[in-house]
């Protein structure tokens, strides 16, 4: 039992430091080349400290976002070691399941906070965000950066809520009930 809990706890070590590196360059390469208003990377090079608050708000978000899928992932991991059981699931099966939940939590962390971010320069058109990020406007940064970390908030419960639908559970088996 021991040997179990040591290969569970090195399994979420291990998944906990691939998906930190992969969420962080998912990540910023898609929110880089998905700007249509100008190359923020080209102007965090350039210094644009607005810009650079928007992107590191964006990395934690979806990070924390991600974040529910790891923890159901590892839920399902543990069950299938130290619950095993006649209809147990495979290995591989849980494997897909894992990388599954793990790509469903990055699409919903992408489409929701680009969808925010959509959405708030809808509300305030007048405020041309993109123009002002790009001139380096730092309120803006900032105000962007909260509207985005607010959201993840939000977008994490849902998307914990339905890895844990998604989650196989074990069966307890059937409860005979005396008439």
Do not use: C, W
């Not at 208003?37 to 978000?61: P, Q």
């Not at 699931?89 to 790509?103: D, F, K, N, Q, Y």
């Not at 469903?104 to 971010?117: G, N």
């Not at 320069?121 to 405020?127: K, N, Q, S, W, Y």
Request: glycine share 6%; aromatic share 6%; proline share 3%.
């Amino acid at each position: 039992m021991f040997a179990t809990r040591v290969v569970v706890s090195l399994f979420q070590f291990g998944l906990t430091v691939v998906m930190s590196a992969f969420v962080i360059v998912i990540t910023y390469r898609i929110f880089i080349k998905a700007n249509p208003d100008f190359h923020m990377g080209e102007e965090i090079k350039k210094g644009n400290v607005a810009v650079g608050m928007l992107v590191s708000s964006i990395l934690i978000s979806a990070s924390y976002i991600l974040m529910a899928g790891v923890d159901s992932s590892i839920s399902m991991f543990r069950m299938h070691m130290l619950a095993p059981s006649e209809e147990n699931e495979s290995a591989l099966r849980i494997m897909g399941l894992i990388v599954a939940h793990l790509s469903v939590s990055m699409l919903l962390a992408v489409i929701s906070i680009s969808t925010t971010l959509r959405m708030f320069g809808r509300l305030e058109p007048e405020l041309h965000a993109g123009k002002e990020l790009q001139k380096g406007n730092a309120a803006v940064g900032l105000l962007l950066s909260a509207v985005v970390l607010i959201s993840s908030l939000y977008v994490r419960e849902g998307v914990s809520a339905l890895s844990k639908a998604l989650t196989p559970q074990p069966s307890i088996g059937n409860v005979q009930i005396d008439k």
